[in-house]
């Protein structure tokens, strides 16, 4: 959420950071609305305070035994009355305009994003690795296929495309990316494990962005909750509605979710394989800090999501999204692409996002600043540490075999029971 405040005083910024999201200019209108509704609270508070002063009054003239005019002050208190409670209602409304109006505006990007409509302007950064060398490589799912371990037909027919039902090896390898990249971020890179729902309110899925913008594309669970698209949304919402004391933030929290999207704009893509489904594993990284620190922390997200690269062995570039690339509730975002030797391309892996006080504000998240009276918004960030299916992709891919078995990578063999190949 914007501060309409900022926007007051900086509206040509404004305009310009939403026509690089891809919003035509409306810090126009949204300034209207505001005057209203600030020239709506000096009405009420003059009619309060009129009646107020007649209220006073009508005791005076009881005092003094003035029955005329203690009636007159009377009908005049009761008029007052109706007047405030439309002036409220009135308030109400241009309230309610306001947030609406601001609430389905996305972030404005920071200074160094590039300016784009979409991920053709998005900005290399540096990569990692080197690319295997692989004979005719193969695809993800005609080697999964060809093992037995993943099963296409048989998801379809218990809930329909975009679901896969993996088994023996490959199931157990996934599980092992999962329990592998939690123990990283836990025991190296501290962050604090957390379980957390699956399902949450609508209230929560407003605080961080996905409301009411994002609505088609999650689940609905019924009775205003929603299925989880990724942890992001729990574990921010640990601090909704909090005051936060400075000294215990940086914040930082980790969780091995399903996560479910309705992939309604996908419709034609990744139709095959596991990159684009409706059910899949991610560890999730979440960040709540001061506005000084966040800059620094979304360096040391990254770094926390690259090094699960790093040691799966697996060669990646990082890219800079542009304006009209980015999340709606991102500033600024690193993508980690993992190379998929079967695609013979790039492919996402991981977003690592800061969002400043876009998020807190919605879900009216602060800290008490050291030293300072009253309270701040927090800074958050989120990121993936990674997303778990994408990476069982990226490991047989880019660890296949002539006969179509798999190497297992070094750092997963102590999770799979010292297993050094996957075959039939």
């Not at 926390?304 to 709606?328: I, P, T």
């Not at 500033?331 to 079967?342: A, F, H, N, S």
Request: aromatic share 6%.
């Amino acid at each position: 959420m914007h501060d309409i405040k900022w926007i007051r005083d900086n509206a040509d910024a404004f305009d310009t950071a939403m026509q690089a999201r891809g919003v035509g200019p409306c810090a126009a209108k949204l300034i209207d609305i505001d005057e209203r509704r600030r020239a709506n609270i000096k009405s009420t508070e003059e009619i309060q305070a009129q009646s107020n002063a007649s209220a006073k009054l009508i005791g005076q003239a009881k005092a003094n035994r003035d029955e005329v005019r203690a009636r007159e002050l009377l009908a005049e208190v009761s008029e007052l009355k109706a007047a405030r409670q439309e002036a409220e209602e009135t308030g109400r409304k241009l309230e309610d305009e306001l947030r609406g109006a601001l609430e389905i505006l996305p972030n404005r990007p920071l200074d160094d994003v590039p300016i784009g409509p979409d991920e053709d302007a998005n900005v290399f950064r540096h990569d990692w690795g080197d690319k295997p060398k692989i004979d005719a490589p193969k695809e993800h799912f005609d080697i999964g296929e060809a093992l037995g371990g993943m099963d296409f037909e048989t998801a379809a027919k218990i809930a329909g495309s975009r679901f896969v039902v993996l088994s023996g090896e490959l199931a157990r390898m996934e599980r092992a990316l999962g329990q592998f990249m939690l123990d990283l971020h836990t025991r190296e890179h501290g962050y604090l494990e957390v379980q957390p729902p699956l399902i949450v309110r609508d209230h929560t899925a407003y605080g961080t962005g996905q409301l009411p913008k994002a609505a088609e594309d999650m689940f609905a669970a019924g009775d205003d909750r929603w299925l989880i698209p990724t942890a992001e949304v729990p574990l921010t919402n640990l601090v909704r509605e909090d005051i936060v004391e400075r000294e215990k933030l940086p914040l930082r929290f980790t969780a091995l979710t399903p996560c479910f999207r309705s992939e309604a704009g996908a419709a034609g893509r990744d139709t095959r394989g596991m990159l684009r489904h409706h059910q899949f594993d991610k560890v999730e990284l979440v960040s709540i800090t001061t506005p000084d620190q966040s800059a620094a922390e979304h360096e040391r997200m990254l770094g926390c999501a690259e090094e699960v690269m790093k040691r799966l062995g697996l060669h990646y570039r990082v890219m800079v999204l542009s304006s009209g690339d980015m999340g709606f509730s991102a500033r600024k975002t690193y993508d980690i692409e993992v190379w998929l030797p079967g695609q013979d391309t790039y492919r996402e892996i991981s977003s690592c996002s800061v969002c400043d006080d876009f998020q807190a504000r919605r879900m009216n998240a602060r800290f008490r600043p050291e030293g300072g009276k009253g309270t701040a918004y927090l800074h958050t960030l989120n990121g993936s540490g990674v997303a778990v299916g994408r990476a069982l992709i990226a490991v047989i891919e880019n660890y296949q075999n002539a006969d179509g078995s798999i190497a297992v990578p070094e750092v997963l063999r102590p999770y799979m029971g010292g297993v050094e190949v996957v075959g039939r």
